[in-house]
């Protein structure tokens, strides 16, 4: 690809973007030092490796468990429904008083029946799916063993409770639940997710060829990543001993990228097949 900002650009988004990781990440894997480039017979750089896809998490990491807020407060849980949909079976917010701001409440949403989760799709490599309560609509992406929500507009006022909440954030294990032999685990781990995230962003760059501004925009969107993550996560309990929410974004935004490259693949084919027949059909014309 020949774009003459692109290897500056890069070359600062990257660096950006695992300093930042390794400040937040408790545990974060050293990088080996590189060795010298070793140039293959053609004398072209070496390649780099193609990322490897993998399947986002299914519904069956978030069923019956429940799940807090920041891992601290609240409380979500989810059940499968009949036909295999999805249902949530108790939800608990906390929040603050209506009249009595800064005082303290809580309410329980679901006192019946339980509440259907719509499917939405995948529009960013993850199962997302809709919840459709009167007083405070929201939409959540699955991770393993999480979800993270997110709720447009103010904050919920449910006015009989006298208790005005925002569902939106990170809902996942007790910060305090997670043992030695799990932390490890989330160590390993990060470092697998950040070098799988790495290489399926260099994967998109290349593949949008000398379309500068997608170029500028996917760049844009990755440096402002770590930012967004360390919003997330900064008030997860106990994040700076086990990192769990910063792995899961941290796979999260693996899988966004990946759906876009495979969007970007579809698409581009679609576009050469119609080019073919439209050449075809002029090539059969007399």
């Known amino acids: 690809m020949k774009l003459s900002f692109l290897p500056a650009l890069l070359a600062t988004l990257l660096t950006a973007s695992s300093a930042s990781a390794q400040m937040m990440l408790p545990g974060a894997l050293q990088a080996a030092p590189e060795g010298p480039a070793t140039p293959n017979p053609g004398g072209a750089g070496q390649a780099r490796p193609k990322p490897v896809v993998a399947k986002p998490p299914g519904e069956e990491t978030i069923i019956d468990r429940d799940l807090l807020r920041d891992g601290s407060q609240g409380l979500i849980a989810f059940q499968r429904a009949a036909g295999k949909g999805l249902e949530i079976k108790a939800l608990s917010m906390a929040g603050e008083q209506i009249t009595h701001p800064g005082e303290a409440c809580r309410i329980d949403v679901i006192a019946g029946d339980p509440i259907e989760a719509r ?168």
């Open 119 to 286: 499917p939405l799709g995948k529009p960013k490599g993850l199962l997302r799916y809709g919840v459709d309560i009167e007083a405070c609509p929201f939409s959540f992406d699955v991770y393993e063993g999480a979800v993270l929500i997110a709720h447009e507009g103010k904050a919920c006022d449910f006015v009989a409770a006298d208790c005005r909440v925002d569902p939106s954030g990170f809902w996942g294990p007790a910060g305090s639940s997670f043992d030695d032999k799990q932390v490890k685990q989330f160590e390993s781990a990060r470092g697998r997710a950040e070098a799988s995230m790495r290489a399926q962003f260099h994967a998109l760059v290349a593949s949008l060829g000398k379309d500068k501004d997608a170029v500028k925009k996917i760049a844009s969107e990755q440096a402002g990543f770590s930012s967004e993550r360390e919003v997330a996560c900064r008030n997860y309990a106990r994040e700076d001993v086990h990192g769990f929410c910063a792995l899961r974004l941290t796979q999260g935004r693996g899988f966004a990228l990946q759906a876009a490259l495979e969007a970007g693949g579809k698409e581009r084919g679609q576009t050469k097949k119609a080019k073919g027949a439209r050449n075809a059909k002029a090539e059969a014309r007399p």
